[in-house]
């Protein structure tokens, strides 16, 4: 009890289970009033761009796909493109489309890690992903098949599924050739039944009533869906390009993270939100007849506002991306060249594509060598932030008749909503001690 | 010979983290017929996949088990017989997660060990600290002697 006779309640979960990384939250409540909400964070957040001044410019795609082990593409893409705008580089339609191809392996397995492991067993009351296992091993098993096709399609253009080693300033150490990427196309068709039968399974689950009303930012392109091109829009009137990024995004230090919180200048609260229920929002006309029919099947308007209906966002954007490696597929033809060459020269270059957690930023200068200055990563994660919290503030509110353990729970999965990559964010490593039963 | 695979699990970008890719490197470096290795897996979860039609897999990682600092630890993870630490990690599903959830899918290899170092120093940054570093080239010794094992027909089957 305080001493104004209220009960004061904490909450705390050191170590958030099945969010990529692993970070803690903190939830202080007083009588019916939720004083505070954090992600804590520990780990300094700038490593990598600490680690990146004085290498060549040849090095960040290789360096930065290794932050995570989940999204090593969205960083690879970025990267290039940040530094081929740096150095005035322009890819060829052949090359681009081959790095789509590869972006849809990493939302296809991304997405079906999200889905099938780590969020669905919150809607069917299972623990974890080894409970769903037990209890129904062929739907794991389907979502691992799904996971699968992505990894193949990384494999065979990135060189392999883990930090694919393909990527290069300019395009591609080497362009696969037309019957690598044929192999594709029997596994992508298949994987097409899979995908929708995954929208119509999670479309059947049981979402809290839980609506939030944060800025939706996202790429918007004038024909794709967006993945590695476009715009930057909001549904309160931002559209911007690359290079005005850091006019309208400011990265704030907060005293619980070393996070860096990142809010849109000039808001009130400026929190926003990037991802895929903000892709899907400003972007539904640009998914496919096929997947916009599955959403509607599944229950989804044109538009999102429930972070728990975000796993079947997940689930129809994953329909996408294999409808969209399948169509690539079919239409390859290896370029004349797998990239250009490229002359270093001192310049500053801005790029940014979707990752599946949302909008990846990344700018760097280069010197007349093309040694890196300064390097300046944004990832999804560290843009989310704010509106996870305000969104836990209020989704707490509402829920505090239940216990502290009942609660806790209902927050983790409140968190996952978001699959925040708190490596992404944060680089964070702990050091717990668990062991198995 | 059959399918054998050793894995490495960690990020070289994280101190100690580093040891598994380090010590797969060394097992890869010197190689074996029929020896497949993944210096650096990533993604724990694809694990399950790659085990597939393995007679051994082998998987090294790092671990935080309050042990002295390059102290390994074999486990025999495919039989059950012991638990397999937590080790340090910053992906979605640690690596005892991915051997019980290949277990209850009736996919795990035919036989699957873990080798565990203990490590020291975990925090952001590259390379291994001495404790650790010292240790790589006889962990990788004694995967290579499980892998000539089963190569010259030692190998033990699942339980």
Redesign the interface.
């Known amino acids: 009890m305080t001493d104004d006779g209220r009960e004061l309640r904490r909450l705390s979960v050191g170590a958030l289970a099945r969010v990529e990384g692993e970070g803690a939250m903190r939830v202080r409540v007083r009588g019916t009033t939720v004083e505070e909400v954090g992600l804590d964070i520990y780990e300094p957040p700038r490593f990598f761009e600490a680690l990146l001044r004085g290498r060549a410019f040849t090095e960040p795609p290789d360096i930065t796909a290794r932050i995570c082990g989940i999204c090593p593409v969205a960083y690879q893409t970025s990267s290039v493109q940040a530094i081929e705008d740096a150095l005035g580089v322009t890819v060829t339609d052949d090359v681009r489309e081959l790095r789509r191809l590869l972006y849809c392996g990493e939302w296809i397995q991304s997405h079906a890690l999200h889905i099938y492991l780590l969020h669905a067993p919150d809607f069917l009351g299972a623990e974890s992903a080894l409970e769903l296992a037990r209890s129904a091993p062929e739907v794991v098993q389907r979502g691992l098949a799904l996971k699968k096709v992505g990894n193949d399609v990384m494999a065979v253009v990135g060189g392999r599924a883990v930090h694919p080693v393909n990527v290069r300033v300019g395009g591609f150490y080497r362009a696969p050739s037309r019957s690598e990427v044929a192999a594709l196309e029997g596994p992508l068709t298949r994987a097409l039944e899979v995908a929708e039968e995954t929208v119509r399974w999670v479309g059947g689950f049981t979402f809290p009533s839980f609506e939030h009303d944060h800025e939706y930012v996202a790429l918007r392109h004038e024909r794709d869906y967006p993945m590695e091109r476009g715009r930057m829009v909001s549904d309160r009137g931002l559209d911007l390009g690359p290079h005005e990024f850091e006019d309208v995004v400011e990265e704030r230090h907060v005293e619980h993270s070393n996070a860096l919180h990142a809010v849109i200048r000039g808001r009130e609260d400026g929190a926003y939100l990037t991802g895929p229920l903000a892709r899907y929002s400003l972007n539904f006309d640009r998914l496919s007849p096929r997947a916009r029919q599955a959403a509607r099947d599944a229950g989804l308007g044109e538009r999102c506002r429930n972070p728990f209906q975000s796993i079947v966002v997940r689930a129809v954007e994953t329909l996408y991306a294999v409808e969209e490696a399948l169509a690539i597929v079919r239409r390859y033809r290896p370029p004349a060249s797998p990239g250009s060459e490229v002359v270093p020269r001192a310049g500053r270059g801005c790029g940014w594509s979707e990752a599946p957690r949302g909008l990846l930023y990344h700018r760097y200068s280069l010197a007349a060598d093309g040694s890196i200055l300064e390097a300046v990563i944004t990832p999804p994660t560290s843009q989310n932030q704010r509106a996870i919290e305000s969104d836990l503030a209020r989704f707490v509110e509402a829920r505090l008749d239940l216990d502290d353990q009942a609660l806790t729970w209902q927050c983790e999965q409140a968190i996952r909503n978001y699959d925040p990559c708190i490596s992404c964010a944060t680089h964070f490593l702990t050091a717990d001690v668990q062991r198995l039963p | 010979m059959s399918r054998v695979l050793v894995a490495g699990l960690g ?4 101190g100690d ?1 580093g040891v598994g890719p380090a010590v797969a490197r060394r097992v890869a470096s010197v190689g074996h017929p029929g020896l497949e290795v ?1 210096v ?4 724990p ?2 694990l ?2 790659a085990w597939r039609g393995a007679e051994l897999a082998i998987v090294v990682d790092a671990m ?3 042990v002295a600092p390059g102290t390994t630890r074999r486990i025999d993870a495919g039989t059950g017989g012991g ?4 080790g ?7 690596l ?2 991915v ?3 290949a277990r ?3 996919a795990l290899p035919g036989r699957l060990l873990v080798f565990a170092v203990q490590g020291a120093d ?4 590259t390379g291994l600290s001495a404790a650790v570093a010292a240790v790589v080239d006889g962990v990788a010794d004694a995967i290579l002697a499980e892998v000539v094992g089963v190569a010259a027909g030692f190998g033990g089957t699942r339980g």
């Open positions: 990020n070289e970008l994280r983290d993944i650096d897996v990533g993604e979860a694809d399950i996949e935080d088990a309050g638990s397999v630490p937590m340090i990690s910053g992906h979605a599903l640690p005892p997660n051997v019980e959830l209850a899918l009736d975990f925090r952001t940054g």
